[in-house]
């Protein structure tokens, strides 16, 4: 089988959508050596996050031709007249897009719907933003031969806001990187929190500093544990949200007891988990979810949020909260460093949930839907 992929996330987004995208290559390549894999990507990438790809000997890169369309409106466009012409089984968007025109060109496609949180919480995007993604992504979910969700509040989302027929949707899970699974030695440990000069006692918090991710809950409710517990804080600032976060911690009296790190290399996230008290997701609407599994994988008990599909990804042993209650969040903290024993039970029982998000389950899911799209692409060719 010679599959397509949209490229570009992978290629050159180090984070959320490009793992997923990395992992999905990744996993189908690994389990599936008889398979080719083209990446369809507007530029070359560079970085240690691409070198595994790089290594695989079935995966191959394909860029635009000097003359033609360039960037992004090669990837909207151009990629499909590639796809006929290197005779694709089947193409799959990784991250809520396909080509405009992928019905024309004659190939079975996939899209990966990560989120419509557009939808769900508007107010936390530009206008215009929020038209093109509503544009973009609707028009992908509509033109798609199937649709992969990566969760099942996602797959609710779309059946309901895009009017998809369910059966179109198939929920795949999502992993995250093997090495969050590696526990780390009390060196390692040492050496990372000598380095990023972390407190000796912290509890974490990964994402990006917005109001949807809800880091404010997690700020108010620190003035109530205990004094000797930090907050450390992995994310980039996003439109400005960080000094909002700086001024609530000041007129709350905790500005040090907060650590911000940004731009810090994936290589030190597992560690950063692995040394927290306890992982913090108060997020209001996700996807999926991923620190939240990544925390699991850890070891690491976790608090999230109710309202989206942090459930899913938790499962039943982690503990749940009102976002917009600091009272329940300061509760759950005091109740798992209070109980050490019932804290080991429920970290134990978290890594044992996270066991269904493996790779490999992951991959031959993936790899399940694409032969039905194909198959079901040809029936309908045929009745036609």
């Not at 038209?131 to 509040?153: E, L, T």
């Not at 093997?178 to 990023?196: I, T």
């Not at 930090?230 to 600032?237: A, E, I, P, T, Y």
Request: a neutral charge; charged letters at 25%; glycine letters at 8%.
């Amino acid at each position: 089988m010679i599959i397509g992929y949209d490229g570009k996330r992978a290629v050159n987004n180090m984070t959320g959508l490009g793992n997923y995208s990395r992992f999905i290559v990744e996993g189908i390549a690994e389990e599936n050596p008889g398979d080719t894999l083209l990446l369809y990507t507007p530029k070359e990438g560079s970085g240690p996050r691409l070198d595994k790809i790089r290594k695989l000997p079935n995966v191959e890169f394909r860029y635009p031709a000097p003359q033609g369309l360039k960037g992004s409106l090669w990837r909207t466009f151009g990629i499909t007249n590639h796809l006929r012409a290197d005779k694709v089984d089947i193409f799959h968007g990784l991250s809520n897009e396909l080509p405009l025109n992928i019905r024309s060109g004659g190939v079975p496609s996939v899209v990966t719907m990560h989120d419509v949180i557009y939808r769900r919480l508007p107010g936390c995007y530009k206008p215009i933003d929020r038209w093109m993604y509503d544009f973009k992504y609707g028009r992908s979910c509509r033109n798609a031969d199937h649709i992969i969700a990566v969760s099942q509040r996602t797959k609710d989302d779309v059946a309901e806001l895009y009017d998809i027929e369910p059966e179109k949707v198939t929920v795949v899970y999502q992993g995250c990187d093997p090495q969050f699974r590696r526990q780390w030695s009390a060196e390692e440990l040492r050496e990372l929190r000598s380095r990023l000069r972390l407190p000796q006692r912290y509890l974490l918090q990964v994402g990006t500093i917005e109001k949807r991710k809800n880091l404010e809950i997690s700020v108010r409710a620190l003035n109530n544990i205990s004094p000797d517990m930090s907050l450390v804080v992995v994310g980039k600032d996003h439109h400005g949200y960080k000094s909002y976060i700086e001024r609530l911690a000041a007129e709350s009296g905790v500005t040090d007891r907060i650590l911000f790190l940004e731009g810090l290399p994936f290589k030190d996230l597992p560690g950063i988990n692995q040394g927290a008290e306890i992982v913090l997701y108060p997020s209001r609407y996700e996807g999926f979810g991923i620190p939240v599994l990544e925390a699991l994988e850890s070891g690491r008990p976790v608090i999230a949020a109710t309202g989206s599909c942090l459930e899913e990804a938790g499962g039943p042993d982690t503990l749940y909260i009102n976002p917009d209650d600091p009272s329940d969040m300061v509760q759950a903290v005091h109740a798992l460093l209070s109980d050490p024993a019932a804290t080991r039970m429920m970290t134990q029982a978290g890594k044992e949930y996270a066991l269904r998000f493996r790779g490999e389950d992951m991959a031959a899911k993936v790899k399940n839907v694409y032969e039905y799209t194909i198959e079901n692409f040809k029936r309908n060719k045929l009745h036609k």
